[in-house]
């Protein structure tokens, strides 16, 4: 199962910030937090990823709690190509570090 | 910018036929993914796969599947007799490393089971 919960869905208006949070309750120090988006069915998009501090790049800003419990991506200006369902990830390791995706949080952007 | 690239983008096959998957890894990558998504539903793994050797596999792997990494460029997936069940969104993905890596992922390759 993953390890991560987010909102179903969540709508924002064009041109404003999309605050989109993640619990992850049960990360352990080590683990990354990681952020994709995936738009239609293609392929998932990568976006950001954190340990302990707040990250920025070009698309999005990552934020992480103190206790490293929740996070809460923030995309800047959203715009209607940045309608997708993102995932919050924290990777699973049994023999390898691979990803569990759960349903992740359906962003409507509206014109 | 590098990227993972998946051919082909669609197949069609009737149920019982064996399909070959193929995938292109970023270059410098030494770490291999499958993924697969049914509609609707949400990104399962597959397998992950590191100097030519399968490093873990879920359940969904079963017999009827296999990989490999035939030259110095793609890494292929097998399905040896196709399922009605096995029509889904087959992704793949590469990373450097395994332990902090991102994992970068193909466009993918629709597969629909007749």
């Known amino acids: 199962d993953a390890k991560t919960t987010q909102p179903t869905s969540m709508d924002c208006a064009e041109g404003r910030a999309a605050n989109l949070p993640c619990n992850h309750s049960?990360?352990?120090?080590?683990?990354?937090v990681y952020w994709y988006r995936q738009i239609h069915s293609q392929g998932p998009q990568y976006i950001i990823h954190?340990?302990?501090n707040n990250e920025t790049n070009e698309m999005a800003s990552l934020i992480i709690t103190e206790d490293r419990k929740s996070s809460t991506l923030i995309l800047p200006h959203a715009t209607l190509r940045d309608t997708a369902v993102y995932y919050c990830?924290?990777?699973?390791?049994?023999?390898?570090?691979?990803?569990?995706f759960g349903t992740g949080t359906r962003l409507k952007v509206l014109a | 910018e590098p990227e993972v690239t998946q051919t082909p983008s669609h197949q069609v096959t009737q149920m019982g036929q064996e399909v070959i998957l193929r995938c292109v890894p970023i270059?410098?990558?030494?770490?291999f993914y499958w993924y697969r998504q049914i509609l609707g539903q949400k990104v399962e793994f597959l397998v992950s796969?590191?100097?030519?050797?399968?490093?873990?596999k879920s359940e969904i792997f079963d017999d009827q599947f296999s990989v490999e990494r035939p030259d110095g460029s793609n890494f292929t997936l097998k399905i040896r007799s196709t399922k009605l069940e096995d029509s889904a969104m087959y992704f793949c993905?590469?990373?450097?490393?395994?332990?902090?890596?991102?994992?970068?992922f193909g466009p993918g390759t629709r597969l629909l089971v007749l």
């Open positions: 796969f590191y100097n030519n050797e399968i490093s873990e």
């Open positions: 049960t990360i352990s120090g080590n683990e990354y």
């Open positions: 993905a590469s990373s450097k490393t395994d332990r902090e890596e991102t994992q970068y």
């Open positions: 990830i924290v990777r699973a390791f049994s023999g390898t570090y691979k990803y569990i």
């Open positions: 954190g340990l302990k």
């Open positions: 270059s410098n990558h030494l770490y």
